[in-house]
């Protein structure tokens, strides 16, 4: 039989490490936690079981992984974890990565479902949530009245700003039926329903710390949306730093404490007061220095020229009065001349510009005109009549009255049309003669 070669112990551990890992992997596991083990070193060591089966667990930096508050002996968890072999001692384990409660993953899916039907809505958006306002009067409080909330809200409002009145509506902040009763706490104080307070000006909502169960009545949409829909400034101060809740992201404001949140709301009177001293430093310190300036002025002058004889500090400031004043009663007085000329003129401009002014002109002008037309028109009156008259002897020189005055004479038929052929005029026809002095109607005998 041929001699096989043989495999070490490390070889057989590393090939089953290398199977375990790749084809199983990095899984979700859920079990019992039990023998659990916190090293100094921060890692932590458990072994995680059920009914029929038992496997080791290791969480390295155990603090800094999410969900390491809820591993404790007894405890029911699901883990996402990385399976591999230990090869000093070839036992299998599993390296945790993450852990949450079991059925967490339910819980989970519905916040991020939740939260990213209101994110759809607009009720997360920044341009929708209301400032807190800077000094506020009366503070509303929604949480429990028996848990360590209520108390520490108190003690840090008495310590900052212990003018501010507090209203509590206490409710459940856990359990069935918590979110209805936060919901309708909030409703009364956005509507100001109660006779018991005045009109709040912020108000805070939260609870302490707790695991995703019991934090989950303020991932309720019901919750939600009576924050969305309050009408005054709300404050989420739900658990401790590192939870988050569907009421932070629909709040005006998230605090990661209700300490915190109390801190939030008020004003802290101690920084109050010492802004008031260096505000009040800041405004005497220049007015202080102004003075001891004008003192020291004040005391150089006592030591000078003033001290020995005032006279002399005064004569030249006289001297310059009397000059400045003489000059000013010039300027004055040669200003005042500039202004009535320039007043003058403008008289005459307006009395040259005025309506009766300018009437007058134009009336004086029209009578000028006239006088002109008049006189154009009789000379040209007189040219045409001395014109007319030269026609007239013309016309009497060179017409038919000149012959008519020496004997001659003009005959016309009964139409009046001149006679200058005897045929024209048949025998029987009516002739007229005109004369040199009247005319003469006769018959014709024959032509």
């Given at each position: 039989m041929p001699e096989t070669k043989s495999l070490t112990v490390t070889q057989v551990v590393r090939r089953i490490k290398n199977v375990v890992e790749i084809e199983v992997g990095e899984?979700?596991?859920?079990?019992?936690?039990?023998?659990?083990?916190?090293?100094?070193?921060?890692?932590?060591?458990?072994?995680?079981?059920?009914?029929?089966?038992q496997i080791q667990c290791a969480m390295f930096g155990a603090r800094k992984r999410s969900g390491h508050e809820c591993l404790v002996d007894g405890a029911k968890v699901r883990v996402f974890a990385e399976v591999t072999v230990?090869?000093?001692?070839?036992?299998?384990?599993?390296?945790?990565?993450?852990?949450?409660?079991?059925?967490?993953?339910?819980?989970?899916?519905?916040f991020e479902a939740l939260k990213k039907k209101l994110h759809a809505e607009g009720l997360f958006d920044a341009s929708r949530k209301q400032a807190i306002p800077l000094f506020p009067r009366q503070i509303g409080i929604v949480t429990s009245e028996t848990g360590a909330v209520i108390q520490d809200i108190q003690q840090v409002i008495a310590r900052r700003a212990p003018w501010v009145r507090l209203y509590l509506i206490p409710v459940r902040v856990q359990g069935k039926g918590a979110e209805q009763e936060i919901a309708r706490a909030i409703?009364?104080?956005?509507?100001?329903?109660?006779?018991?307070?005045?009109?709040c000006d912020v108000l805070i909502v939260g609870r302490g710390g707790?695991?995703?169960?019991?934090?989950?009545?303020?991932?309720?949409?019901?919750?939600?949306?009576?924050?969305?829909?309050?009408?005054?400034?709300?404050?989420?101060?739900?658990?401790?730093?590192?939870?988050?809740?569907?009421?932070?992201?629909?709040?005006?404001?998230?605090?990661?404490?209700?300490?915190?949140?109390?801190?939030?709301?008020?004003?802290?009177?101690?920084?109050?007061?010492?802004?008031?001293?260096?505000?009040?430093?800041?405004?005497?310190?220049?007015?202080?220095?102004?003075?001891?300036?004008?003192q020291y002025r004040i005391d150089s002058i006592k030591r000078g020229v003033l001290n020995r004889r005032g006279d002399r500090l005064l004569r030249e400031p006289i001297m310059r009065v009397d000059r400045l004043r003489d000059e000013l009663q010039r300027s004055i007085h040669k200003a005042m001349e500039q202004r009535q000329q320039i007043l003058e003129r403008l008289r005459a401009t307006h009395r040259s510009l005025h309506p009766r002014q300018w009437l007058a002109r134009q009336q004086d002008e029209l009578t000028t005109l006239t006088r002109r037309l008049e006189a154009a028109l009789q000379q040209r009156l007189l040219s045409h009549e001395k014109q007319l008259k030269h026609l007239q002897s013309i016309l009497r020189a060179l017409g038919p009255e000149s012959s008519l005055q020496r004997g001659y004479s003009i005959t016309f038929d009964e139409k009046g049309h001149i006679l200058r052929d005897a045929k024209d005029a048949p025998a029987g026809s009516p002739i007229i003669t005109r004369l040199a002095k009247g005319e003469i109607t006769s018959t014709v005998r024959s032509s």
């Open positions: 899984v979700w596991i859920e079990g019992e936690v039990s023998n659990l083990k916190k090293q100094g070193s921060g890692h932590w060591y458990f072994t995680l079981k059920d009914d029929q089966a230990y090869e000093a001692r070839g036992s299998l384990q599993i390296i945790i990565l993450r852990a949450e409660p079991a059925g967490q993953g339910d819980l989970q899916a519905q409703q009364a104080f956005s509507e100001n329903s109660s006779p018991n307070w005045p009109k707790g695991s995703l169960e019991d934090l989950w009545c303020f991932n309720e949409e019901i919750v939600a949306r009576a924050i969305a829909r309050c009408r005054i400034p709300v404050i989420s101060a739900v658990g401790h730093e590192i939870d988050f809740t569907i009421a932070d992201f629909v709040a005006d404001l998230r605090a990661p404490t209700p300490s915190a949140a109390a801190e939030l709301a008020v004003p802290d009177r101690t920084e109050l007061h010492q802004r008031l001293l260096t505000l009040g430093r800041r405004i005497k310190q220049p007015i202080v220095h102004r003075m001891e300036q004008a």
